[in-house]
T-cell receptor
Framework: NAGVTQTPKFQVLKTGQSMTLQCAQD?????MSWYRQDPGMGLRLIHY???????DQGEVPNGYNVSRSTTEDFPLRLLSAAPSQTSVYFC?????????????FGPGTRLTVT | GIQVEQSPPDLILQEGANSTLRCNFS?????LQWFHQNPWGQLINLFY???GTKQNGRLSATTVATERYSLLYISSSQTTDSGVYFC???????????FGAGTQVVVTP
């Protein structure tokens, strides 16, 4: 199993550009989520999904969109990038539909918005 | 929402030393997990421990849910233990994971 994969590993955007961060898992996990990590703030939940076709907002959803058309994939879209979105983004998954089950993280995407 | 506090924020250890990291949370929780983020940024789940004690090699963890805290013990530390340790809790009302700010651990040879 590849586990949780994320692409790209690094990305530089200009203010106002849009892009999609990709996340895929091959463990048949129902629960998937996106976090951002900023210095000194731990990880904050952006959006999550408890199964295909179901998504919901986390703690910091503004400026981001998600969709979940398949169990395997959970892309995160930045609609109009802003410097405040410079961060490291992690995708995670867990079995069942619960956040509290053991979480598996992808390697992260380091995004810089200039 | 639930507050998660980790202490200490930073820890410097000499190789071979033991240490204890603490995670306090402000309300009842469904679950608690400990993670290690290595210096390359990868997050690894160490323990899934809503209550009780678990051990994995030189690491062990204890959660006392009734008193709202969890402890992570590192024994005979090695340089590979360096990184940031996070605890995360799932609270009953929100149903999502809430992370603490982490403890930065540096183990020196």
């Amino acid at each position: 199993n590849a586990g949780v994969t994320q692409t790209p590993k690094f990305q530089v955007l200009k203010t106002g550009q849009s892009m999609t961060l990709q996340c895929a898992q091959d463990m048949n996990h129902e629960y998937m989520s996106w976090y951002r990590q900023d210095p000194g703030m731990g990880l904050r939940l952006i959006h999550y999904s408890v199964g295909a076709g179901i998504t919901d907002q986390g703690e910091v959803p503004n400026g981001y969109n998600v969709s979940r058309s398949t169990t395997e994939d959970f892309p995160l879209r930045l609609l109009s990038a802003a410097p405040s979105q410079t961060s490291v983004y992690f995708c995670a998954s867990s079995y069942g539909g619960l956040a509290g089950n053991e979480q598996y993280f992808g390697p992260g995407t380091r995004l810089t918005v200039t | 929402g639930i507050q998660v506090e980790q202490s200490p924020p930073d820890l410097i250890l000499q190789e071979g030393a033991n240490s204890t990291l603490r995670c306090n949370f402000s309300d009842s929780v469904n679950n608690l997990q400990w993670f290690h983020q290595n210096p390359w940024g990868q997050l690894i789940n160490l323990f899934y421990i809503p209550s009780g004690t678990k051990q994995n090699g030189r690491l062990s963890a204890t959660t006392v849910a009734t008193e709202r805290y969890s402890l992570l013990y590192i024994s005979s530390s090695q340089t590979t233990d360096s990184g940031v340790y996070f605890c995360a809790v799932e609270d009953y009302s929100w149903g999502k994971l809430q992370f603490g700010a982490g403890t930065q651990v540096v183990v020196t040879p």
